[in-house]
């Protein structure tokens, strides 16, 4: 997950440059300093008239949870749920308190303390659920700036080819400068095809799934909060959890009382 996105990216930057250097254009042929400024400076205009200074704070994280976003680990956090349920169901929902600080997700680590404080089963659910759409306001802020400079970027392309063409017309004169002139203005068209189709629209899709996935996890994790706070029995509560789990990754689960976490726990105590 946290390298499929750039892999792929930069595989689709190579070959098309291999596909143009086997036709004879070379590297340099493809930098146009003013194609760049039309091409950045147009579409980052564009993008900040659309969405303001927050949607430009939003381009940064954006690549970087495209890029290197951690991936979720579902049966992880099933064994940490049903776990806190078997807590629960033997020793009580305050037994939990003394291991709300040693939980790494800050999601499940307030779920868990509205629960040990006494929080109606409710208020509970709907304060989670209203994290989780915050959450998701948020994300599908960064994915609609993405997806709008993939409109804006080929749009702006012709728009400096037409600027460029317009300089290649008003010098007819000189005919030996129309071929690398006219070369020149396609190359904005060029940049802003590609920068919409390379570097925008696969990062807006790749939010979008991201941000799926979170917001199945967190649901996931609600599920198991209002479980355990029901004092439901933790095998249940695995089983509601597990059917958030994909089928290839259910066998890698170590529930309380499985076969497979006893072996664990007998090799740790010899």
């Not at 004879?24 to 993008?47: E, F």
């Not at 890029?67 to 939990?96: S, Y």
């Amino acid at each position: 997950m946290k390298a499929g996105s750039i892999i792929g990216i930069a595989v689709g930057v190579g070959l098309i440059l291999m596909g143009g250097i086997m036709e004879g254009v070379t590297p340099m042929m493809l930098i146009a300093p003013s194609a760049i400024i039309i091409i950045g400076g147009g579409t980052i205009g564009a993008v900040m008239g659309s969405f303001g200074m927050e949607g430009m704070k939003a381009i940064v994280p954006g690549y970087k949870a495209a890029f290197v976003a951690e991936p979720l680990n579902k049966p992880e956090q099933v064994e940490r749920l049903v776990g806190f349920a078997d807590t629960a169901r033997r020793d009580g929902l305050l037994a939990l308190e003394a291991q709300i600080e040693e939980i790494p997700d800050e999601f499940t680590k307030k779920g868990l303390q509205l629960v040990v404080d006494g929080t109606d089963a409710h208020l509970v659910e709907e304060i989670l659920h209203l994290e989780v759409e915050a959450m998701s306001t948020r994300h599908k802020l960064a994915e609609e700036v993405f997806r709008a400079g993939s409109g804006f970027a080929p749009t702006i392309g012709v728009l400096g080819t037409v600027i460029s063409l317009v300089h290649v017309l008003g010098n007819l004169s000189d005919p030996d400068s129309l071929g690398p002139s006219i070369s020149v203005a396609f190359l904005a068209t060029l940049m802003g095809v590609g920068s919409a189709n390379l570097l925008f629209l696969p990062v807006a899709t790749r939010l979008k799934q991201v941000s799926g996935w979170e917001v199945e996890y967190r649901h996931m994790t609600i599920e198991g909060i209002l479980s355990l706070q029901a004092g439901e029995n933790p095998r249940m509560v695995a089983e509601k959890l597990l059917t958030y789990v994909p089928p290839a990754q259910r066998a890698d689960v170590n529930l309380p009382g499985s076969p497979k976490l006893q072996a664990v726990e007998d090799k740790k105590a010899a």
